[in-house]
């Protein structure tokens, strides 16, 4: 036999033996369980739990915003007009509402302002049913949307809670964009 060709049949035999060696090995990794364990699919029970936890979360973090927001009170030196207030009657609303936690009045009062003009209005979370048949001395802040907004000079205008229910509102974006997150992703995976 020439050189040449046993060169090549040795080269072919060492070929077919690695092949042989390959193929045992793959079927060996075949045979034996993955080495990393696969993830779970999450349960619907599970994910629906997390997102009732996370709603309820962010909506405690935002009531608790409006509420501290409420409670802080309007400064009178921010008033156009000031003037008296004659407290008619009250309805209580509450424990939870727009206005955030706990419970507020909307009171019916006539107003006589110091330019000489007097009108009646509800207005709410200003003054409580002890003020009822109570001349108390109010200033005028303006509107905002349908409600007229007043500041009351008896009570002490309290900026840094205001504040406090900024930092939890913006604090009640966290779990907001989570369940965005979670909503989008879960569309994503229907497709």
Request: net charge positive.
């Amino acid at each position: 036999m020439d050189p040449q060709n046993d060169r090549i049949t040795d080269r072919l035999a060492q070929i077919r033996a690695r092949e042989a060696e390959l193929d045992a090995e793959e079927a060996r990794a075949a045979a034996a369980p993955p080495p990393v364990v696969e993830r779970r699919e999450g349960s619907t029970l599970r994910s629906a739990l997390f997102m009732i936890v996370t709603v309820v979360i962010a909506l405690a973090l935002t009531g608790s915003a409006v509420t501290l927001s409420r409670l802080a009170g309007r400064s009178m030196d921010d008033t156009t007009r000031t003037g008296k207030a004659t407290v008619l009657s009250c309805v209580q609303h509450g424990p939870i509402s727009t206005k955030g936690f706990g419970y507020w009045d909307a009171c019916t009062a006539s107003f006589d302002w110091n330019d000489g003009q007097q009108t009646r209005m509800t207005v709410s979370a200003v003054f409580t049913s002890d003020d009822i048949g109570k001349v108390i001395e109010v200033g005028d802040a303006g509107r905002y949307r349908q409600s007229q907004q007043l500041a009351r000079a008896d009570d002490d205008y309290r900026p840094w809670l205001r504040w406090i229910g900024y930092g939890l509102g913006f604090l009640a974006l966290v779990p907001v964009f989570l369940i965005v997150m979670i909503v989008r992703a879960s569309f994503r995976r229907k497709r």
